[in-house]
């Protein structure tokens, strides 16, 4: 597509504001949050001490972290309206549409919706980041027609997630490896879903809307509904053998290659080596015929990828295999993804409120000339 003078459709290399947030340092390939290498904070920082770096801009001490813990803990159970609310929709609905609808009801009650300033927004985010675990576990054993699993104050966010998905908390390997792909989701500059969030915050609109708006955006294959897409894709290759064979029929027929492919990494993804090793970690330790074939065929597909487009594979290519090796249904990787980017959307919120202009580009307009309406007939 060749862009008309001065237009950069899908806004590609436009820079439209400052951010401190975190960046995409090309030269090296890798990305900082608040200037940390995001690969040391994976290898050795937790997802609340990540969560609470977005959103104060420094790491928290030992007493810090005890403090946004304890709150966090105290913020997870779910008041009996949206409890009861959620469990009215209809079984078939996207998880996704559940977590944008119990964000929307998560406004609808709360008397401080409209109230914008810094203290009320930092409340509103530690909500979200306590409650949408609690809401994605909830629906995920609805879908199996299971009751909801209480949150556990005395777990952390990661494993209280699966204590309230299984019932149980695996092994701290399969936590580490959740974690670690809570870490790497967590924040990513202006990516479609954060900017959406700005969009909607520069008119200055409630926090509530402007992560709905978000998750909306995040739903799509081409951003975060891509981690989905990566299984269902999996799955219809089914056999390494045939990885190369379908490759070539998927882009004969000009499709997208779910899990590959960035606008801003052109030459690999900086999250993917370590989501991949840990993944890898994962499968070498279950040692399940299943899971080493379906590991044989995501190495054979992105080997496949590589050597006929010099395509990279980006997190969610990883991310898809970990969350189906760590037991979660295929509709569920989004809204997990949800559960860490919501850190980042509110980063960029409070950003965005801190120096705020109304987003309002403009469009080259390409319709009929001016012309005179017809006399009524
Ligand atoms: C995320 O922005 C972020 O930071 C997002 C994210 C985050 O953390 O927030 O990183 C998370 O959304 C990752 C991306 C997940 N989406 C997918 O995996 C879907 C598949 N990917 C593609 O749709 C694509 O790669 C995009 C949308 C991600 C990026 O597309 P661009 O930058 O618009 O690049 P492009 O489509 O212009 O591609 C350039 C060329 C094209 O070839 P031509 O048509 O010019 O011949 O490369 C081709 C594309 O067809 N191409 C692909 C491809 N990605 C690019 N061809 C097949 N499969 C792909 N995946």
């Known amino acids: 597509t060749v862009n008309p003078p001065g237009v950069h459709r899908g806004l590609a290399g436009v820079v439209v504001d400052t951010t401190a947030v975190s960046t995409v340092i090309q030269e090296t390939n890798s990305l900082t949050y608040r200037g940390y290498p995001v ?11 990540v969560a609470y770096l977005l959103r104060y801009g420094e790491l928290p001490d030992a007493g810090q972290l005890r403090e946004f813990e304890t709150r966090e803990r105290a913020l997870r159970p779910l008041g009996r309206t949206t409890a009861e609310l959620l469990t009215r929709l209809p ?8 977590l944008r609808t119990a964000v ?6 709360d008397p401080t919706e409209d109230d914008g300033s810094p203290a009320a927004n930092r409340a509103k985010s530690l909500t ?10 909830a629906d995920h054993r609805r879908r199996r027609g299971l009751d909801p699993i209480l949150p556990d104050p005395a777990l952390g966010l990661a494993e209280n997630f699966f204590h309230m998905c299984f019932g149980a908390v695996p092994e701290p390997e399969v936590v580490r490896c959740f974690e670690i792909s809570l870490i790497l989701y967590a924040e990513h500059s202006f990516n479609a879903s954060t900017f959406t969030a700005r969009v909607v915050t520069s008119t200055l609109s409630d926090l509530y809307s402007a992560v709905t708006a978000a998750i909306g955006a995040l739903k799509g294959p081409l951003h975060g509904g891509a981690n989905e897409a990566v299984m269902h894709m999996l799955r219809e290759i089914g056999d390494p053998g045939r990885a190369a064979e379908w490759l070539d029929g998927a882009l004969a027929a000009r499709r997208k290659i779910m899990g590959f492919g960035h606008r801003v990494y052109k030459h690999g993804d900086s999250r993917v080596p370590l989501m991949q090793e840990a993944t890898d970690r994962l499968v070498a330790r279950t040692g399940d015929p ?3 074939r379906l590991a044989a065929l995501h190495t054979a597909l992105r080997h496949a990828v590589l050597d006929r487009k010099g395509i990279h594979p980006n997190l969610d290519y990883p991310a898809g295999l970990a969350y189906h090796l760590m037991g979660f249904d295929t509709p569920a990787f989004t809204p997990i993804f949800v559960m860490s980017r919501v850190t980042g959307w509110t980063a960029h919120i409070t950003e965005q409120l801190d120096h705020n202009a109304l987003i309002r580009p403009l469009g080259a307009y390409n319709g009929p000339d001016q012309r005179p309406v017809p006399m009524a007939v």
């Open 290 to 292: 299943e899971a080493v």
């Open 39 to 49: 690969q040391e904070l994976a290898a050795h920082r937790s997802f609340e001490e």
């Open 104 to 109: 929307s009801l998560f406004g609808a009650e």
């Open 91 to 98: 079984s078939t609905c996207h998880p996704m549409d559940v």
């Open 128 to 137: 979200l980041l306590a409650k949408l675990p609690v809401v994605v576990a």
